[in-house]
């Protein structure tokens, strides 16, 4: 990565977004581990929110399944073309906890207006908890002793 990034944003890489038509697919790795190139078995999958923690710089993974769509953070003056066959390191910061839109700036096809989505911001603490309680959620098998 450039120097421009901070240097918590390079070693805070904490999902890849994928865009596709018509939505954004987050997939964040296990609590405690490092988001990996290739997906793993343990990583966490989202659509159309992605959570980060609030006051700290962050990276994302961004790239395309199909079409050039634009990652598109208004109210953080955040946007990056996504481009198929590249992954592109995306880095901001969310100085509040709260929610903020996240939208495509690419006219992608018909369906292009659906591809709203928001980012959520969390305290640290709290973050984390919603980490560790997603990863709990998908890894529930249904299986009572």
Known sequence: MNSAYPEAA???IIA???ARQF???MRYPAPGK???RKPQMDDMYQVNELHV???TPVTIQLRTQDVQHSFFLPT?????DAVPGLVIPVWFEAKEPGEYP???AELCGWGHYKMGAKVIAHPPAEYEAYMKSLHEEQFEDG???
């Open 16 to 18: 890849e977004v994928n």
């Open 76 to 80: 953080m003056r955040i946007k990056q």
């Open 10 to 12: 390079k070693t805070n």
């Open 34 to 36: 490092s988001l990996e």
């Open 53 to 55: 923690p609030a006051g």
């Open 23 to 25: 939505e954004w697919r």
């Open 102 to 104: 996240l939208v495509c």
């Open 143 to 145: 299986y009572i002793e």
